[in-house]
């Protein structure tokens, strides 16, 4: 019957929902501590109750704090001292029986022993419960340190994968023509698509090329050009249906998939070198232009300036008044050329 009372009750309190967890435990060692001191009295064994104090103890080491788990230590020496002073002052406690007729004797060791017993178990578990919590708090730091790792890690990559995403879009989407060869074998790795409107060729086509294709020399010159690491240079380049194309060029060496390549930025300045030719051929006709105006307009107008001065401080008659008029109308005839040559040249310049 105690021993249904208690295991009932223990299971009652244990799974009502609405009692605190700590009253609980509380219940249950106080049950248990007068489970044992009732064993004791009921079963007339000394060595019996001690058991169950001793699981007490176990149990109260496991769930309570360290002071709790010494205090229980000390709870179970009061109680064998209290049995002890019974059975030393003849007090009749049921016949308790140890393992022979000479019980208080016996019981001062027995209870010497069993309270020393207890306080090395108590200390053993407190030792192996500080080396779980001691591994518990390692393994909590290191998974900690493992997860911060882990997420630096993610981080990395996503930056890493950002960097490559913003390289390919600064690479694919370049309005300029990008070209990244080998610099040993000189061979096509990577073209984006600027580069395939600009010679006509497929991506395909390119990367079967090497970057002399385009120049149409032999290796050795090239390398001749490319000796830095970094060279801003002119050059023309050969598109695939044949014609001909200035281009500026910007080259240095880069680093790709652990490996260094080249990496040339072309720009195409057919168009503007035109231009410029067109400029320096207009200047050229406009030097002439001057020229005719500060030369070959002063010579006929000299002239004809002289005789109109020579005319009107010395009146002229006869044969050398008749002279003097051939010459201005000649100079007048020479000058009137020169002036439609300059208006021809500066309305073909108009024109073009």
């Known amino acids: 019957i105690t021993d249904l009372a208690a295991f009932t009750s223990i299971v009652l309190i244990v799974l009502h929902k609405k009692l605190d967890i700590r009253f609980k435990k509380l219940f249950g060692v106080t049950v248990m501590l007068t489970f044992s001191i009732i064993k004791i009295v009921t079963l007339h064994s000394l060595m019996f109750g001690t058991v169950f104090l001793l699981l007490l103890s176990v149990f109260v080491t496991l769930l309570f704090s360290k002071k709790m788990a010494y205090l229980s230590v000390a709870v179970n020496a009061v109680i064998c001292l209290i049995f002890g002073i019974a059975l030393y002052e003849g007090f009749p406690v049921n016949r308790l029986e140890l393992m022979n007729d000479n019980i208080p004797d016996r019981w001062v060791l027995y209870a010497f022993n069993f309270i020393f017993s207890n306080l090395v178990m108590v200390a053993v578990i407190l030792y192996i419960i500080r080396g779980f919590e001691k591994t518990i708090l390692k393994s909590e730091n290191l998974y900690q340190k493992l997860r911060l790792e882990i997420q630096e890690k993610i981080n990395r990559e996503n930056l890493l994968e950002d960097a490559v995403t913003h390289y390919k879009s600064l690479f694919i989407f370049n309005p300029l023509p990008m070209l990244i060869y080998d610099p040993q074998n000189l061979r096509m790795l990577h073209v984006n698509k600027s580069a395939v409107d600009c010679y006509g060729y497929s991506i395909k086509e390119l990367l079967n090329m090497k970057i002399t294709d385009l120049i149409r020399c032999n290796e050795t010159v090239f390398r001749n050009k490319i000796r830095q690491d970094y060279v801003h240079q002119r ?92 010459y201005l109308n000649h100079s007048a005839e020479e000058l009137d050329i020169v002036v439609a040559q300059i208006v021809k040249q500066t309305e073909m310049e108009i024109r073009t």
């Open 235 to 326: 050059d023309e380049h050969y598109c695939k249906n044949g014609n001909r194309i200035q281009v500026d060029i910007n080259a240095s060496n880069i680093r790709l998939n652990g490996t260094w390549v080249r990496l040339a930025i072309v720009r195409d300045i057919t168009s503007e070198a035109e231009y410029i030719t067109a400029i320096e051929q207009k200047n050229e006709k406009l030097r002439e232009i001057a020229h005719l105006q500060s030369h070959v307009i002063r010579n006929p107008l000299s002239r004809i300036m002289g005789i109109t001065e020579l005319i009107q401080s010395d009146p002229v008659e006869g044969p050398e008044l008749e002279e003097l008029l051939f």
